[in-house]
């Protein structure tokens, strides 16, 4: 299903301007370049806009947020959205603090972002317009269909790609709803998995521009079965969490085609059914 998306990957090694944290920019880099992309990772507004002027797309992520950073991204995306360049949006912890939310509210309404990636609670933080969180990773409690039914308000306010990941990933363009349920319960334990999948995002929709959903869904089926493969590999050799963070990038760099579509778990969903578990 994902093939020509892989393929495009392959074909172009799309660059991707990284605006992103210090505690898992290394990551982020080293996951990109495993899928077939070429990452950059600038952060000083004095040559944000020109970095992204020379590469495809741009990725977007609000850990450790500080005003320099927050000025890079946004000269970074007005170039972006001024020469139609595919922006991720990752609003890590935005509900932990009126300045990232108040951050990611001024980049959604002001420039055009292709793809909101975060967790229920920051999701919900975006919806709702106001903190709610205890933290990056903080769960939020509620009905499923209340959440789905945001994602889509969501989605169809900044015309943007929602996905939501956890237990259960979703993923919607407004109308359409993906439901995903790759992965491996070591990822909860190794910090950045969500930036390293947002930087994934970037790499596949960039090489797919014109197909932004579909390249989602294959960015959040590769990093969760790239979890599973890993996960099964690190249990079998009785490895830990530093084991697990190295084989989930090595199973991302020998994804391919036969691989993902003999591995993901993958359902388009009606609302009346489709679920919704925030991690």
Known sequence: MFGSVLQKIRESRPLVHAITNYVTINDCANIMLAAGGSPIMADAPQESAQITAACDGLVLNLGMLNDSKKEAMRTSAAVAAECGKPVILDPVGVGASPYRLETAAELLNSMAVSVIRGNASEISALARGHAQSRGVDAVLQGEPQTQLRRMKELSR?????????????????????????????????????????????????????????????????????????????????????????????????????EILNGGMKLEMRSDDDAAVCGN
């Open 157 to 257: 306010k900044y015309s943007a790609i929602v996905v939501q990941t956890g237990e259960t990933d979703l993923l919607t363009d407004g109308e359409t709803v993906y439901e995903i349920h790759n992965g491996d319960p070591m990822m909860k334990l190794v910090t950045g998995s969500g930036c390293m999948l947002s930087a994934l995002t970037g790499v596949c929709c960039t090489a797919d521009p014109e197909h932004l959903l579909e390249a989602c869904a294959c960015a959040v089926c590769m990093m969760g079965l790239a979890g599973e493969l890993s996960g099964a590999e690190t249990a079998a050799r009785g490895g830990g969490t530093a084991s697990f963070r190295v084989g989930l990038i090595d199973w991302v760099s020998k994804m391919n085609e």
